[in-house]
């Protein structure tokens, strides 16, 4: 068809002025012989002349709502419902606000790649007013230059329409748009969308290998990850601690707290007097007739033969020896080991144990119980495997070695608005535990500084803190660099070799805040203001190490722009952030990575054309957050299952980084362990998840001095980079596609001698997954094949590496 639309009547025409005048009977015959072949081609019609929207006029209906469209609300309340208000046929969809919403009806539709589409419908609109929104019309979702225009006001039914140019998706969100980008009130009815295919182009992805044409060699730190304290990140991820709540910050024996009680004592309850970690301790009073009572944590998972360390700090009456602390796997004597207390007095004292599991268990008791009188109470316990690393898990340090990410940013996020750093330094016991500020679940503050600083070492990073610039102010700001790096002579560094530290720890790279543009921010407040903040921050910090690299808040648009106009003096790098979520469509979902690095790439080259204040100046991007992030959530809070479709965006957006490494000098991949991290664990295992082992792969093996890439390599993501020695040029290929591509590749200005390694990333199907304790659905393979450039052959869903010499 190609495009052209020539219509019933069209059709009968054309094959019917192929005929001779003389022979009309005859004409007449195929003349009925086209109706016949029109009507039963419309059964078999192609893609691009299928009625691409599913339900367009709202007419299929399943409990009240019309099949294949969802109501979205993005602010505000709205009203979505059918009605019979119809332009055609019997329904409509309407939205409807009083008080002003941002709302939509939409459809996902599938398309063609790099094709052209006509959208078109009809909308009818009753006292539109703009409350900061556009107002009513059809748009692209996620792809802002697609919209039709809005209509605002009382209208009658008004056919809207515009051409949409697909670009890199395969699936399209088709939004019947009441706001858009603000709010608005009113009415408006939907109805009759239709989405016509143009034109497109067939994909024969070829591509040049420029290798003479080097480009700004990337930073390394673009291979950074960020550390936070949530969900499983730290605690039951990085760190070893078996227990959780481990200082009794939740009440004892209730439903939120994992301690149960054992036994029938006299009584439980929460001493509010005899403290210890700043909040109050359990007291358990016993009956005194020899009878078993205390408390206990289960579901503690324990492996035969592993060995357990752990103290605990306990206060008591003489009445209640002797105090017996057991690890639990089994009924019976066997099924435990037993450390007794022979002594204990009315001030608190650590008693340190070791236990060695006698079988394989996930559901471990760590029991602390008396057959005694009087009373007893315990401000804290620990228990670690033996093997732990300083406090964290070998099996996760391990993976993380291999990952070897160069930097690490670390508190927060959203938590260091709410986190006061002094919380986690000195005798760990005794370090308040809190509930997060930000997220759920009690921060122990076990992880602090000093635990921070050695995570580094052991995976062989350098460190990046983040200040608390929302409820925090610039004195705390500075006292925790003079801590940090500080001399032993200065009042906090004398502090901090007090704690088991003398030199400075010499931490380079410090962020002032987190995403204070935004109002779920603790402390968020208005960019006029901020700036102000901001600058005192930087000043006092600066007074106390004035080598540190200071990275500012930033957010494409207005913030970004006024921190650049109000403190390119004092910062070094602007941070920016990302997250996107799961799309329909392999190709959409794949390269919505990549767009949305270079959209922040691009706006940054444009401040620096624009702003006055920029010139002269290098400040360049910290893309300190950026993945995916979505369900299901199944590693604890937030915690992402990713697949390998996941993976292949993920590789997509490390060449977008390489071909931006002139304005990105870091990118912090978050949040490395469980939630939406690279490595995903279970109580005793580490893996990685689909996107570590890409991060890992090539980190280990690609280069660090990209080159240009020419052509049209599309449906593929082409990128090649020289490694140091100037020798080696690696070459990597991402097939986002379901099918087996053949790539045309021209190599200039290198001479291939041979192929010293090939890598490949790949599953079975686009939900191949790694999960903790089975076998992994995606791995890094060494494959052995035929390297002919002019036709390689590239499997589908997959990532591949060469290392050429």
Partial sequence: MKGENIGFKGRIKKI??????????????LALVAIFIFLAGSLFLSAEDKQVIQNPSFEKLADGRP????????????DL???????????????????GADASWSTVVRVKPFSKYRLTGWVKTEDIQSLGGKGVLFNVHGMEKYQTGALAGTNDWTRLEMIIETELNDALQINCLFGGWGRVTGKAWFDDLGLEYIS???LQPRATVQADKKLTPISEYIYGQFIEHLGRCIYQGIWAEMLEDRKFCLPLATAESPWKVFGQPHSVHMNPLLVYAGVPVPEIRLKGDGTEAGIYQAELALRKGRKYKGRVVLAGDPGA???EIRLVWGEGQDGREVFK???????????????????????GRLEIVSRGSEAFRVAAVSLMPADNLEGFRPEVIKTLRELNSPVYRWPGGNFVSGYDWRDGIGDPDRRPPRRNPAWQGIEHNDVGIHEFMAFCRLVGAEPYIA????????????EEVEYVNGSPETPLGRLRAKNGHPEPFGCRFWSVGNEMYGDWQLGHMPLKDYVKKHNRFVEAMKARDPNIQIIAVGAVGDWSRGMLEACADRMDLISEHFYVQERPGL????????????????AHRQYRKTIPQLKGKDIRIALDEWNYWYGPHIYGELGTQYFLKDALGIAAGLHEYYRQADIIYMANYAQTVNVIGAIKTSKTEAVFDTTGLVLKLYRQEFGTRPVRISGRPEPLDVMAAWKEDGKTLTLAVVNPTAERQVLSLKISGFKVSRVEKTFRITGADEKACNVPGRNPGVEIIAVSEKFDPERLPLPPLSVTLYVLK
Avoid: C
Wanted: overall charge neutral; glycine content about 10%; charged content about 20%.
């Fill in 587 to 602: 190709l959409s979902h794949v390269y919505q990575v990549p767009r949305a690095i270079r959209r922040i790439a691009e």
């Fill in 67 to 78: 099949e294949n469209w969802r109501p979205i609300t993005y602010g505000g309340k709205a």
């Fill in 321 to 323: 020896l002797p105090l």
């Fill in 467 to 478: 200040v608390n610039s929302g409820q925090g102010n610039e004195t705390m700001a500075a």
């Fill in 16 to 29: 019917s002025g192929i005929l001779p005048d003389s022979r009309p009977a005859v004409a007449g015959a």
């Fill in 341 to 363: 207390l022979d002594r204990v007095g009315p001030d608190y004292e650590k008693y340190y144990f070791e236990f060695t599991a006698g079988t394989d268990t996930d559901n």
């Fill in 81 to 99: 419902q059918t009605s019979p208000l119809a332009r055609t046929g019997s329904h409509s969809v309407q939205i409807a606000s009083e008080k």
């Fill in 200 to 202: 497109g182009q067939r």
